[in-house]
């Protein structure tokens, strides 16, 4: 075995104990461990910035990652903080559209990323595997969603007695 197999092995390792992959088979995700590249980011520098390019999905693999939108009174506003086996990014997988939020290194932290475009080489290449990471995708999707949707409604409420 040599040193980038070993660092494959481990790195299908992480995988599978992520939410997004957990449904796919050792192939799979052996394949998948071939297209991520790993990125580093110290406490405080920004990984990427709301309306830059979108093209790639980020799994957290250790610290913590802070995800915020520019808001007019305040500057910035914190949407969450995103810790070790959360992904961020997801949309840019999906849609060829500027990154919607800014996401910064909370903490010091050790990332996977995949592109777009080796992504969807994915799922032509592997149909089955990649409609069981959609699956999990759009739920994240939808969660989100209806967690803004409260926030929505919470702000509507709020400016009714203003």
Do not use: C
Not at 67 to 94: C, H, N, P, W, Y
Not at 107 to 128: C, G, V, Y
Not at 133 to 159: G, M, Q, T
């Amino acid at each position: 075995m040599t040193a980038m197999d070993s660092e494959k092995d481990i790195i299908i390792d992480i995988l599978k104990r992520l939410s997004l992959f957990a449904d796919l088979n050792y192939g799979a995700l052996k394949e998948l461990a071939y297209l991520f590249s790993e990125r580093v980011f110290q406490a405080g520098e920004t990984i990427f910035e709301e309306n830059d390019p979108g093209n790639s999905l980020l799994v957290i693999l250790s610290g913590e990652v802070r995800i915020t939108q520019r808001a007019d009174v305040s500057g910035e506003e914190t949407l969450s903080v995103l810790k070790k086996g959360d992904f961020f990014g997801e949309m840019a997988l999906l849609e060829d559209l500027p990154r919607s939020a800014t996401a910064i290194a909370h903490l010091d932290t050790f990332l996977m990323e995949i592109s777009r475009e080796r992504f969807l080489h994915f799922l032509e290449k592997d149909p089955a595997s990649g409609v069981k990471i959609l699956v999990v995708l759009a739920r994240s999707l939808s969660a989100r969603l209806r967690e803004a949707d409260v926030k929505i409604k919470a702000f509507v409420n709020l400016s009714q007695w203003v």
